[in-house]
Each structure stands twice: as C-alpha cells, then as structure tokens.
C-alpha cells in the first residue's frame, strides 16, 4: 500500500529488555518497508486497524503508530493465530502458496528468519 512508512517501535526492539514478539534479526528496516509496501488488509475490517505481509513461513502483522502521518510498525505473529480469511487473502496476493500456508497454519513457534529469497 502505497504512501506507508515504517518506523520500528525503538523500545521494543532494544537489547535484552525488548518485548513482544521481535523482528528476526534478518529483517532490516529497508525489508519491513518493502514488507509493508505489499501488505494486504484483513477482509472483514478496515485497512486503517491492521495490515498484513507474509515472507517464506514469516506472516507478519503492521499496525498504525500515527496513522494520520502515515507511520505503522510491525510484528511476527505465529500463522496459527491468523485469521484464515487474511491467510486466504495472503495466497490471493501472492504471499503464500498452498504449500507454506499449511505449515503457517500449523506453527507453534517463530521462524527462527524470515524466510524471504
């Protein structure tokens, strides 16, 4: 989605008191903006509440921090906590084939990265 900016949460993401569940270290802020970028809204809800982006096993959660400036930050969540009408959206968009939402589906823990070629 065109004109979003994303801006990490910066006490989040400080070492070791950061909290939450936090980036893969192999997300660099350039790839969380191209994620963003491409990130589909939830079916049911308005885009302005939530986006999402999935990468390799990653699906990723965007959420507005000053939504009037256009400024959103974002998280991994498990696939399995995912409402299966954004996973349907996900497949639709191109984030996902059959094969990684089953496993995305399944998930239990993180990705230890974030799957992206």
């Given at each position: 989605m065109a004109g979003l900016v994303y801006v990490p949460h910066k006490e989040k993401h400080k070492e070791p008191k950061g909290y939450g569940s936090l980036c893969q270290k192999s997300v660099s802020t350039e790839h969380a903006q191209e994620l963003l970028a491409r990130a589909?809204?939830?079916?049911?809800?308005?885009?302005?509440?939530?986006?999402?982006?999935a990468c390799g096993e990653a699906v990723f959660v965007a959420r507005p921090t000053r939504f009037e400036a256009g400024e959103w930050h974002g998280y991994p969540e498990l696939g399995s906590r995912i409402d299966p009408a954004v996973l349907d959206a996900l497949e639709t968009a191109g984030?996902?084939?059959?094969?990684r939402r089953r496993r995305v589906e399944r998930q239990r823990e993180l990705p230890a990265r974030c799957g992206c070629p």
């Open positions: 589909v809204p939830h079916p049911d809800r308005p885009a302005t509440r939530a986006l999402f982006a984030h996902l084939d059959a094969r």
